[in-house]
């Protein structure tokens, strides 16, 4: 049984997005964002109890805290990121970082094509865009703001970012005269 056939059958879960934590994090990070967030989430929490959630992340936890089991499952995730998102130094498409409207339409770029690409799990996390744009998170961050003000974007309860209608809209608004730069990104199964 190839990768792609395991991939149908039960859909990778990335335990690194479902922590909020770097695939780069050490066990003691793991373990305090995973004591936070438990805290959080517990179902004994009445103010933010949510049994769905912190199952999610006690299962992360359970993965990612074993050096067998983790390494074991950075193997896939290093092969599920690899097929997913081309590992190419161009990465950024042409864009140009100078150009706050460009980075702003990367980043809109590398949301719709999530949204198209995993329409049940539209999110991506800002450490995910960091290391698909090849930008620092100081860059993004600003324009990631600007873009939830606008209503381009929306952050889920784990606070990562998808695109909305309007961010839609907005990067199809100059399609007719000018198409976004392409980035590197694998076209939707």
Same mark, same amino acid.
């Given at each position: ?71 074991? !499952? ?5 092969? =599920?990121?690899? +097929? ?6 161009? #990465?950024?498409? @042409?864009? &140009? ?48 703001? !600007? ?5 381009? =974007?929306?952050? +889920? ?6 695109? #909305?209608?309007? @961010?839609? &809209? ?20």
């Amino acid at each position: 049984m190839n990768l792609k056939e395991i991939k149908k059958m039960s859909p990778f879960v990335d335990y690194y997005e479902d922590l909020q934590v770097s695939p780069k994090a050490d066990f003691e990070t793991i373990e305090r964002v995973f004591r936070l967030l438990a805290k959080r989430y517990h179902p004994d929490n009445p103010n933010t109890g949510d049994i769905t959630r912190f199952n999610i992340i006690t299962r992360a936890y359970h993965e990612l805290s074993d050096p067998q089991k983790r390494a074991a !499952y950075d193997v896939a995730f290093d092969r =599920i990121q690899a +097929s997913r998102w081309k590992d190419n130094p161009e #990465s950024t498409g @042409g864009f &140009d970082v100078k150009d706050p409207k460009q980075i702003r339409q990367a980043i809109l770029t590398v949301l719709l094509q999530q949204r198209l690409q995993e329409p049940s799990a539209p999110e991506i996390g800002l450490w995910y865009l960091e290391k698909l744009l090849g930008w620092p998170e100081k860059i993004l961050e600003f324009h990631i703001w !600007y873009m939830k003000e606008k209503g381009w =974007i929306r952050s +889920s309860d784990s606070g990562q970012y998808m695109i #909305s209608a309007d @961010g839609v &809209d907005k990067l199809e608004e100059n399609w007719d005269k000018e198409p976004p730069a392409r980035l590197q990104l694998p076209l939707p199964n």
